[in-house]
């Protein structure tokens, strides 16, 4: 029994470690996720917003056909 409270700040301090580790890799993963959603939708997005838009207008076209 005497043994578990140094165990408990043991672990304690590990687990904060741990926990400030998982925070900032989550953080760094969804900076890195935004960032690399904005660069791939400004490198294709409006090629493929041109596209749908032109299959759009191709459908309204065979409408009023």
Not at 49 to 65: C, G, V
Request: aromatic share 4%; net charge positive; no cysteine.
């Amino acid at each position: 029994m005497n043994d578990l409270p140094g165990l408990g700040i043991q672990g304690g301090v590990s687990l904060v470690s741990l926990t400030n580790l998982v925070l900032s890799g989550v953080v760094l993963w969804l900076l890195g996720g935004t960032v690399a959603i904005v660069v791939y939708r400004l490198i294709r997005g409006p090629h493929k917003d041109k596209s749908k838009r032109d299959k759009d207008k191709l459908k309204r076209d065979e409408q009023y056909e």
